[in-house]
């Protein structure tokens, strides 16, 4: 008897119901320093104490995804990525029970599922550091207190990725016999994790830790890029600045003068016409609101109209 209600219950659940992953991948990762390494621990590997007791570190510096970790060694500097290489940082889920397929919809990003897998460094430190198995370094990753947006829905389609969260990452050496992780490191690094657009920027520099092996003050510098094909919208495009025309006359001359209401790069030119009808010829050079500057005319027949025409459609 007591099975009873139970049943009924779910059978009001939605029948589509289902849990929904969407990979984390895409092309042209980079990083925010422009320096070409997305990942830096640049104080843990000591290689040799100076007379005044400062040490000599092999930096362990890495770039953006995809990249090859068994490579990694103190004299191979990995290269970048090329703009076309597909990368792979985890997944994202969700639950479609949670949307009516109809119209735009939000998922808040505090119902989301977010695992990002960056063991792709961990295996890079390892074969660097020559641990045995090379695969034994790992890391636990947070995020958590989340605000925005969250994953934007156009008729049970998943199309743009926006929020803001804090985020951990913890250093573990992982079991090769049981996978469980215990950590290196008395707290983990913090940081922040922006999306914008399905753009995941990265910035973890905050803090330094100790790691239980005895390395202290130990930095960590990550700031990857990575942009989510299938979570970018396309951006309308933007509105449309034109300027206004100035003319005043003065001393025989014509001063032609663009008056623009905000800043654009669109290019734009004066043109000159003894008639509305058409006949319209280019006067001057072409301009955008930083490098407009009044032109000047003669004033002489036949009269002619003015106007300023935009060079791009």
């Known amino acids: 008897m007591s099975r009873l209600p139970l049943t009924l219950a779910l059978l009001t659940l939605p029948l589509h119901a289902a849990q929904v992953t969407i990979p984390l991948t895409g092309t042209g990762a980079s990083e925010a320093n422009g320096n070409g390494h997305a990942f830096v621990i640049p104080d843990l590997d000591g290689l040799t104490v100076n007379p005044d007791g400062t040490v000599n570190y092999n930096p362990l510096t890495y770039p953006p995804p995809p990249f090859n970790p068994t490579l990694a060694t103190p004299s191979n500097q990995l290269p970048a990525p090329g703009p076309n290489e597909v990368f792979d940082i985890g997944d994202l889920t969700y639950n479609d029970s949670l949307i009516t ?88 690094y913090r940081g922040r994790l922006v999306v914008e657009n399905g753009t995941f920027r990265f910035d973890l520099a905050d803090n330094s830790v100790n790691y239980y092996i005895g390395a202290t003050n130990v930095h960590m510098e990550f700031d990857l890029i990575a942009t989510i094909a299938s979570l970018s919208e396309a951006e309308p495009p933007a509105p449309l600045v034109m300027p206004t025309l100035g003319i005043g006359v003065a001393g025989g001359n014509v001063t032609l003068t663009p008056v623009f209401p905000a800043a654009t790069t669109r290019r734009f030119i004066f043109e000159a016409s003894p008639s509305l009808a058409g006949g319209w010829q280019d006067l001057g050079s072409q301009f955008d609101s930083a490098s407009a500057v009044p032109l000047v005319v003669p004033l002489a027949p036949p009269a002619r109209f003015f106007r300023i025409r935009s060079i791009e459609p």
């Open 101 to 188: 397929r109809q119209g735009t919809e939000y998922i808040a990003p505090q119902s989301l599922g977010i695992l990002l897998d960056l063991e792709l460094y961990s295996d890079a430190c390892g074969y660097e550091l020559d641990v045995r198995p090379p695969t034994l370094p790992s890391q636990v990753i947070v995020v958590k207190n989340f605000t925005g947006p969250g994953l934007k829905l156009v008729n049970g389609t998943p199309v743009r990725l926006d929020f803001a969260a804090e985020i951990t990452f913890q250093p573990t050496y992982k079991s090769p016999q049981t996978g469980q992780h215990s950590y290196l490191t008395s707290q983990p």
